[in-house]
Nanobody, 114 residues
Framework: VQLQASGGGWVQTGGSLRLSCTAS????????MGWHRQAPGKQRELVAS???????TYADSIYGRFTISRDNAKKSVYLQMNNLRPEDTAVYYC?????????WGQGTLVTVSS
């Protein structure tokens, strides 16, 4: 599975961005898809994940500001990011699969200026 992420960019504090990730083939709804991010000098961390039959999972740091959604017909997962903060600056990576068997997109840079 190849994943193509888009939607990153530059935004001021308090602004919004919407990330999109499209898979090259269908990903069964029971298989989690999600977003991770890696800030300079830090480890990659989970931002949000979604799969059928369960509530989405969110990192505490973005809870209430980001919303993950998925359109299985379009083989896509989205991340709506509102009220962005400088600490949200990172490369955001799309993921499909579990921790033991994951496919990753190429990453899209999000820069939030203060």
């Amino acid at each position: 599975v190849q994943l193509q992420a888009s939607g990153g960019g530059w935004v001021q504090t308090g602004g919004s961005l919407r990330l999109s990730c499209t898979a090259s083939e269908s990903v069964h709804s029971s298989i989690p898809m999600g977003w991770h991010r890696q800030a300079p000098g830090k480890q990659r961390e989970l931002v949000a994940s979604i799969r059928s039959g369960r509530d989405p999972t969110y990192a505490d740091s973005i809870y209430g500001r980001f919303t993950i959604s998925r359109d299985n017909a379009k083989k896509s997962v989205y991340l709506q990011m509102n009220n962005l903060r400088p600490e949200d600056t990172a490369v955001y990576y799309c993921r499909a699969g579990t921790s033991s068997n994951a496919f990753w997109g190429q990453g899209t840079l999000v820069t939030v200026s203060s």
